[in-house]
């Protein structure tokens, strides 16, 4: 059982570039999220969907775009990558928005744009 | 604005027991979440508050008080094994989570 795996596991990425995350999970989740992480800074959610179909803007939604065309797969899209975007990514998952339910992290893509 | 507060850094002696505290100001309330975090992985979830008291399971526990807008993780009987990053996770009106930076604990032997 793999959970949910993110590609790739790192990129170095010049400025300009247009860049896809790949996040993949196999746990029939209806939920699914898009997270950064900097150092100092708490998890700021970028983008979630909360079933198929669906996407929704997060907290820091800017230069980023989702799509979630099935329950499995949430590709984040930067369309023309800045060094701010510079961070350590994590695509999670949970069954559904509310009570008890637990976000599952894939193990992150570390991202650098020069 | 919405804040979650944590220390930054805490240091303690294997054996020992400590207790990481957090408090939060959201627009709502829809339960606390704890995630432990090892360094260059990802967040995994170790409990979650959505009534007052104490949520005991092996050796961590989670208190929440909604009218103070505090909650503590308790780790008894440490091991080296728990330095990590610990994550205060508050789920605002919106059903979204609203993340703390993260203490990072760092045991002693």
């Known amino acids: 059982i793999a959970g949910i795996t993110q590609a790739p596991t790192s990129q170095i990425l010049a400025a300009g570039r247009r860049m896809t995350l790949r996040c993949t999970q196999d746990?029939?989740?209806?939920?699914m999220y898009w997270y950064r992480q900097d150092l100092g800074l708490g998890l700021r959610l970028i983008h979630y969907?909360?079933?198929?179909?669906?996407?929704g803007k997060g907290e820091v939604p800017d230069g980023y775009s989702v799509s979630r065309a099935n329950t499995d797969d949430f590709p984040l899209t930067l369309a023309s990558a800045v060094p701010s975007q510079t961070s350590v990514y994590f695509c999670?998952?949970?069954?559904?928005?509310?009570?008890?339910?637990?976000?599952?992290f894939g193990p992150g893509t570390r991202l650098t744009v020069l | 604005g919405q804040n979650i507060d944590q220390p930054t850094e805490m240091t303690a002696t294997e054996g020992a027991i400590v207790q990481i505290n957090c408090t939060y100001q959201?627009?709502?309330?829809?339960?606390l979440f704890w995630y432990q975090q090892h360094a260059g992985e990802a967040p995994t979830f170790l409990s979650y508050?959505?009534l007052d008291g104490l949520e005991e399971k092996g050796r961590f526990s989670s208190f929440l008080s909604r009218s103070k807008g505090y909650s503590y993780l308790l780790l008894k009987e440490l091991q080296m094994k728990d330095s990590a990053s610990y994550l205060c996770?508050?789920?605002?009106?919106?059903?979204?989570?609203?993340w703390g930076a993260g203490t990072k604990l760092i045991i002693k032997p």
């Open positions: 999670a998952s949970s069954e559904g928005g509310g009570g008890n339910n637990e976000q599952f």
């Open positions: 959201t627009s709502g309330f829809n339960g």
């Open positions: 969907s909360n079933t198929a179909g669906t996407t």
């Open positions: 508050n959505v």
């Open positions: 746990m029939r989740h209806n939920a």
């Open positions: 996770a508050v789920r605002d009106s919106n059903y979204q989570l609203i």
